[in-house]
Structures are given as structure tokens and as C-alpha cells.
């Protein structure tokens, strides 16, 4: 979780261009004070712009065009926080948020936007990272417009909630309010598939009557720590995780008896053990409870077995439109060489292989590489294999022993591509490559680099967090 501090320096970083322009003259302003104020734009975190006395200010919750009153929460030197206590000319394009815990916690920082205008702005805001790090060409690159859902509710396909107990003895699980540490309970969630919630809602009952200890932050005392729950929308199974505090788990046999007799959907219960204090949600250790080790998953005709801890696109219907879009953009024969690297449990290598001479992929999840080689057995692929590793060490590695791929997918974290992967890339340079990106940042810094040895031919965002301000991208890059 974010403490304020981070998400401050964060946002220090992540100013566009625009705010750069000048030095600001020194604004006396107090946290409390409030002001109207007119927004201009959003912001890459989806928060509303304004320029109060030209000191850039923060507001979540405000849209472009919009007359609001603020309250200031933070002065820092080159800008405002401040939160929404009124909006006195509202936006057209201003709409009721689903859900009413919207605004409390991550997760929906766009659900008062209008859809169609939530798709613009995630196009937008890749403009603005370009505007900001102007890769080489930027001002020719073609930015498609933003590939939406049909219905832009119900599609995440895990939740991974918080559980607490409540001074008079009530169980909630959800998030925590942005951030702090107090918990907010989500028995609905418009973004979750009913899956994923319905399986929670009753777990929870079930601590509840089976009086299982759950964790107390503050003492570092009792078991259940968090619930995480994954569904497959292919063949409706569901994977329980409790994450707890100790390996003991009281009440085990009881708890599992209670999931099969009333959540038949769940075929996998495991137990990940995290002990302590700590801000990761997940510790070293899983076993497994009840049932098999894994859910199946069905991408574009392919099978995929996932455990616990392996990554999987949140969004299935969107990453099926991902993975068509990187496909395409790649444009494979059956002679290439691919690397499938930031790979996961190897989606997108395995749903390419039989295009393909060879795959190879690398992960840094060594269970995520066990689920990729299995589920290349699973699928009949014999041309693919999968390694845990980096992929700045492996893909020189592979280079130095003579294995040089003539084609390329990188699908790194928020951080972007390391500097090594970078140099590696421009001394190998594949024939084809693509880059999917979720945080325009990185991706416009990394084009800076690569611009060297590519041209950037288009890029095509998806929207694969609808009602967030979170930005996924595929974009087409062809050798200079
Ligand atoms: C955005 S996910 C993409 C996963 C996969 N391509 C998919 O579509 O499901 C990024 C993946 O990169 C892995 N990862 C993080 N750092 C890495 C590194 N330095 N080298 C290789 N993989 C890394 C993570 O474990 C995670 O599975």
C-alpha cells in the first residue's frame, strides 16, 4: 500500500510536461483552506486539474471544465492536494458512480466519468507521457482510439480483500480507504465479477460462524490475514487463498467441509502463509488445503492452468482483444523465433506457438514458469519453452549462446523495461516487436531508447480496467 508521502513523490514525478512550464511564485496557502477553482484537465492518476494562484492542484473526483469548491489536504512546493466539497458547474459528461463506495477506495477513480470519456481519456494520457518524454517521431505517432467493453462492469476475475474484525464482533472484507490503514467492507463491487464476490460474501459468513480467529493488525494477533479469490470465465471454477498469519489454521476441517458443501464452484483451497507485520499481502509459503492445485482458464482455444500465485490479465474479455491486437501487430510466420518475455504463465507465447518456430519465455515467478511448461504440455506445444529469470539476464544469455530470436513481446511491470533488457534489444534488434505496456510513463521513457532503433508504428490502447484510470497499451514498433 501507498503511504502519502510515496504517492506525493510519485505524483513529484509523474507531472506532465505542461506543469513544468515556469517557476511558480510562492502562493501562501494552508491545509483546510478552500477555494473555487475550475478544472482543466485529468491528470495520469484520473484526478482533476486546476491551477490555483498557477500552483497545479490536485482534486480526485473533479472532471475537466468543471467550477468546484476545494479543500486543501497537502501543500507541497510545486503543488495542491486538495479534496472535492462541491462542484457548482457540473460536467456533461458527469455521471452517478455505480457503486457507493466509490471515491473511498482505489479502484474506481473514473466511475463519475461517462464511458465514452473515460476511453479519450486513457488515449490522452498516453499523449500527455509522450508530450512528456518526446520519444523521437512523437508528434507522427498514430494513437488509435481506446478499445472498450460492451459493458464496462462486473469483468475482474480476483478479488483480494482485506479481513478485520469489528469492535462488535462484525467480519468485513474489501480495501483499504486511499492511503491509510482502515479497512472499507465491499459485500458489492461493481468492477468484480459476481464470482469472485459471492465466494468472499460467504467465506466471510463461514469465519464468522466457525468463529476462526482473523488478524489484528495491531496486536499482530489472531489467523486470517486476507481472502483471495480467482474465477475462470471459461469453466466457472473458483480458487480459494486464505493468506494467514500462521501455518496453523484453526478450524481447517470444519471451514473446508462448510466451502464444499456450499460453494460447489470452488475446486482449489489453498493456504499462503504470511507471518507479521508486513505491506506485501503474500508471503513465501503456499500449500495446498482442499482440491487441485489450480483453476483452468480458456484463452483464444488455449487451456491455461493457473495457481495462486501466478499472473493473469484481470480483465478476460479485454485480454482476449489484448492479446488479437498484439497478434496482429506482430505479424508472425512460421519461421520466426519469438520471445515471450515478462511471459507470466505464458499466455501469449503458447496462444502464438503453433504460428511460430519457437517460443521462448521468461518469468521471474518460478511457479508462474512451472503453470507456463505445463500448460505447453497441456496444449500439445512442443515449440515453446518457458525459464525463471529475468529478462535482462536470460535474453543475453540466449543471445551470448547463439540463440538470437527475430521476434519479440515485452509485457513488463509498471516499471518499464530495465536498462540492460533495453541495450540487449537495440544490439539484438528483432525484425518484429512488440511492446504491451500499463503505465504510459515507462512506456514513453523506454521509447526514448528504442526510438534508436525503432519506429513506433501505431499505438493501440485497451481498456482493461474500466472505471480506473489505468492505462493498457499495445504498440507496434518496426526497425529504423
Ligand atoms: C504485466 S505482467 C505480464 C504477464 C503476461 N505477459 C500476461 O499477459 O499475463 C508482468 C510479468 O512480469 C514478471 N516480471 C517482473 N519483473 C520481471 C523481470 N525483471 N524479468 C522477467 N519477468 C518479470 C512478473 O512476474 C509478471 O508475471
Not at 79 to 94: C, G, I, K, T, W
Not at 185 to 209: F, S, Y
Not at 221 to 239: D, F, H, M, P, W
Request: aromatic share 8%.
Amino acid at each position: 500500500m501507498k503511504s502519502s508521502s510515496s504517492y506525493n513523490e510519485h505524483r513529484d514525478r509523474n507531472f506532465s510536461h505542461n506543469d513544468r512550464r515556469e517557476p511558480v511564485e510562492e502562493v501562501q496557502v494552508e491545509v483546510g483552506q478552500r477555494f473555487p477553482l475550475t478544472i482543466k484537465r485529468l491528470g495520469i492518476n484520473g484526478e482533476g486539474i486546476g491551477y490555483y494562484k498557477r500552483k497545479i492542484t490536485f482534486v480526485p473526483g473533479a472532471l475537466p471544465d468543471e467550477v468546484v469548491v476545494v479543500e486543501v489536504t497537502h501543500v507541497a512546493a510545486h503543488f495542491l492536494n486538495a479534496s472535492l466539497r462541491q462542484v457548482r458547474e457540473a460536467s456533461p459528461h458527469r455521471v452517478e458512480p455505480h457503486d457507493a463506495k466509490a471515491g473511498e477506495v482505489g479502484g474506481f477513480e473514473l466511475e463519475h466519468l461517462a464511458y465514452p470519456q473515460q476511453l479519450e481519456f486513457k488515449r490522452d494520457v498516453i499523449q500527455q507521457s509522450l508530450e512528456r518524454y518526446k520519444p523521437r517521431g512523437w508528434q507522427h505517432f498514430t494513437l488509435k482510439p481506446t478499445i472498450g467493453m460492451e459493458n464496462p462492469y462486473h469483468y475482474r476475475n480476483k478479488a483480494q480483500f482485506q479481513v478485520r474484525q469489528l469492535e462488535d464482533g462484525t467480519i468485513i472484507a474489501g480495501l483499504y480507504k486511499e492511503g491509510t490503514h482502515d479497512l472499507v467492507d465491499l459485500p458489492e463491487a461493481g468492477t468484480q465479477n459476481e464470482a469472485t464476490l459471492t465466494v468472499i460474501r460467504e467465506l466471510v459468513k463461514m469465519l464468522g460462524e466457525l468463529e476462526v480467529p482473523i488478524y489484528d493488525e495491531e496486536h499482530g494477533s489472531g489467523i486470517i490475514k486476507t481472502l483471495v479469490t480467482r474465477s475462470s470465465e471459461a469453466t466457472g471454477e473458483v480458487q480459494v487463498t486464505f493468506v494467514t498469519n500462521s501455518k496453523k489454521l484453526p478450524r481447517k476441517r470444519q471451514l473446508l467441509e462448510l466451502i464444499k458443501k456450499r460453494l460447489p464452484q470452488v475446486v482449489s483451497v489453498m493456504q499462503n502463509v504470511n507471518p507479521g507485520k508486513t505491506s506485501l499481502v503474500w508471503g513465501d509459503e503456499t500449500v495446498k488445503l482442499t482440491g487441485q492445485d489450480y483453476i483452468t482458464e480458456e484463452l483464444l482455444g488455449h487451456k491455461f492452468q493457473l495457481s495462486p500465485r501466478a499472473f493473469l490479465q484481470l480483465n478476460p474479455k479485454q485480454t482476449t482483444k489484448l492479446y488479437q491486437e498484439a497478434i496482429k501487430a506482430l505479424g508472425l510466420t512460421r519461421a520466426n523465433r519469438l520471445v515471450d518475455a515478462y511471459s507470466g504463465v505464458g499466455t501469449i507465447g503458447l496462444t502464438l506457438a503453433d504460428k511460430l518456430g519457437e517460443v521462448r519465455g521468461m518469468d521471474t515467478i518460478p511457479e508462474a514458469i512451472d503453470d507456463a511448461n505445463r500448460n505447453a504440455a497441456l496444449n500439445d506445444i512442443d515449440n515453446a519453452e518457458y525459464f525463471t529469470g529475468t529478462a535482462e539476464s536470460l535474453l543475453p544469455q540466449w543471445v551470448a549462446n547463439g540463440w538470437r530470436p527475430d521476434a519479440l513481446v515485452v509485457d513488463p511491470p509498471r516499471a518499464g523495461l530495465d536498462e540492460t533488457m533495453i541495450d540487449t534489444i537495440l544490439q539484438v534488434r528483432p525484425e518484429k516487436f512488440v511492446y504491451i505496456s500499463c503505465n504510459p510513463s515507462t512506456l514513453a521513457k523506454d521509447l526514448v531508447e528504442l526510438g534508436e532503433a525503432y519506429r513506433v508504428d501505431y499505438i493501440q490502447s485497451i481498456d482493461m480496467f474500466p472505471q480506473t484510470a489505468r492505462v493498457e497499451a499495445v504498440v507496434k514498433l518496426s526497425r529504423r
